[in-house]
């Protein structure tokens, strides 16, 4: 592009001192729901439902029951209710949950564990260096090339966010590809778009991203591969919407730079044409090798936790096929651990620096961990108080009066100011799961719908909600403003709404 026309110069977008009022981190979202839940189970009538011998509530049999615990038991559940929330036992006499029970595990510790291994393995990749000089070298490689450099990319971060939640790590790539967008004739909010919708569409579309579809799927008790058909297919149809959007505006700013949302900083163009220059190291054979470990280890995870049986055949009470590994969460965090250490072992971290990484990514994500946690906590609270299933019988109504398709919407809708508060998705999975999931099955629809229409309100919602970090500090980085990124994203916000409303109708047409 040629460079003597003058481009709008924009200096109010950078980031100054915040002041005010500041949302409260999750952990705080959380302790309050805690404390309010609590309060709330006073008033709130108990009941339960008659279980199946599958464990489901019969529809239809709800009934009042005389509250099972007294003043001083329920201040007793308040004080361990992050205890249950980790090491909980249900007894299966009285259903009542607590950490010296005999019974089943009905705490969170499985996926607590789950998510410190997968924690340690990133942490281990990001240290190898190979997965950011991979993209370095993507980026550099198509540098020439706009329209397909933004595809490329995008596509990566999608499939990254589709099955390991790749979002905050995001945050380390905006001095890379901020720069090469500006050297191509961008602005930064082609930068910003990149970076953010294609990891946050990703995330939206999870396959059997942990944090979101594995979290949910065990809250809602069933696998993590029921419903990945569909889930695929949206994460092909919305990525690609998503590519194409952004792709639009980069050439409608290269074409007319006046068109841009944002402008130019003084000295963008001078300091992006030195940036993009310069050619990154080439990948070693070693970087190869992590990566193809990389990809070996998320394929795996997915041959490992799919039905296979139920997928190819269509049938739901399909008889597993004999090579079907039938994984759960605690195989998967044995193989992450152990792939942590592999791939430390190939890239030559050493013994000393290899066990500091392991403990310093599990100490980095004990923060998710916890919310998971304290989001269990109160289904304890709510589990022994019998106010869960009189939650679940104020909305049997309503979802027994819709149609399949008419729930799955109903689903997406009611989650969508849940993932504005927690825009944790493992909290708000934890949370919300055990009263949705039921839902499903007075709706006569599979549970996994309801995993899909949950984690599509939450990736949707954490696109803009200004209570995610991701979004917040991505726009700070790039310097674009947070207003001028809410409106460069509203019509693409709007069409990915109608689509997900599409695809959770069809998905629950089909079911």
């Known amino acids: 592009m040629s460079t003597d026309q003058a481009p709008p110069e924009v200096t109010d977008d ?51 029951t005389d509250p099972p615990e007294d003043f001083v038991q329920r201040l007793n559940d308040l004080f361990l209710s992050p205890v249950n929330g980790l090491y909980g036992i249900r007894d299966a006499q009285t259903g009542q949950v607590a950490p010296d029970n005999a019974g089943d595990l009905y705490g969170s510790a499985a996926v607590f564990l789950f998510v410190l291994a997968i924690g340690a393995f990133i942490t281990v990749v990001f240290a190898t260096g190979a997965l950011d000089r991979g993209i370095a070298r993507l980026a550099h490689r198509l540098r020439t090339r706009g329209a397909v450099l933004i595809a490329a990319i995008m596509t990566v971060f999608s499939i990254l966010g589709s099955v390991e939640g790749f979002a905050e790590e995001t945050l380390g790539f905006y001095g890379l590809i901020v720069p090469l967008m500006l050297a191509l004739g961008y602005d930064r909010m082609v930068a910003t778009g990149t970076i953010i919708l294609g990891a946050g569409v990703g995330v939206l579309c999870s396959t059997v991203n942990p944090f979101a579809t594995g979290v949910a799927s065990s809250a809602a008790s069933i696998s993590l591969g029921d419903g990945i058909v569909l889930r695929l297919l949206m994460l092909v149809v919305l990525t690609t919407v998503t590519i194409l959007y952004v792709i639009r505006y980069a050439r409608r700013v290269k074409t007319d730079p006046t068109r841009s949302l944002v402008g130019f900083l003084p000295g963008d163009r001078e300091q992006a044409a030195a940036a ?15 990566l193809g470990a990389v990809t070996f280890t998320f394929t795996f995870m997915i041959f490992a936790i799919i039905p296979w049986a139920q997928v190819l055949s269509g049938d739901a009470d399909a008889t597993p096929y004999g090579w079907e590994l039938d994984w759960s969460f605690a195989e998967l965090a044995a193989m992450f651990i152990v792939a942590a250490v592999v791939v430390g072992v190939v890239a030559r971290l050493g013994e000393k620096k290899l066990s500091e990484t392991i403990i310093q990514g599990a100490a980095d994500f004990v923060s998710p961990a916890l919310i998971i946690m304290l989001a269990r906590g109160v289904t304890v609270i709510m589990n022994n108080a019998l106010v869960t299933d009189t939650v679940l019988h104020s909305m049997e109504g309503a979802v027994s009066d819709s149609s399949s398709a008419v729930f799955g919407m109903l689903i997406f809708g009611v989650n969508l100011p849940l993932a504005f508060l927690i825009p944790s998705t493992s909290g708000h999975a934890t949370l919300a799961m055990p009263i949705l999931a039921p839902l499903a099955d007075f709706a006569d629809v599979p549970r996994a719908l309801v995993v899909t229409a949950w984690q599509a309100a939450s990736g949707w919602m954490n696109l803009w909600v200004p209570t995610t970090a991701v979004v917040m500090g991505g726009v700070s980085l790039a310097k674009v403003g947070y207003n001028r990124y809410l409106r460069f994203a509203a ?21």
Do not use: M, N
């Open 276 to 290: 993009a220059g310069s050619e990154p190291e080439p990948l070693t054979d070693t970087h190869k090798t992590v």
């Open 14 to 64: 950078a980031p100054g001192p915040k002041r005010g009022f500041r949302f409260p981190s999750a952990l705080t979202v959380l302790a309050i729901v805690t404390l309010a839940v609590w309060v709330l189970a006073f008033a709130i009538p108990t009941g339960e439902y008659r279980r199946g011998e599958d464990g489901k509530p019969v529809q239809g049999s709800y009934h009042h």
């Open 491 to 511: 019509p693409l916000l709007a069409i990915l709404f109608v689509l997900i409303c599409g695809f959770v109708a069809l998905g629950a047409g089909l079911s």
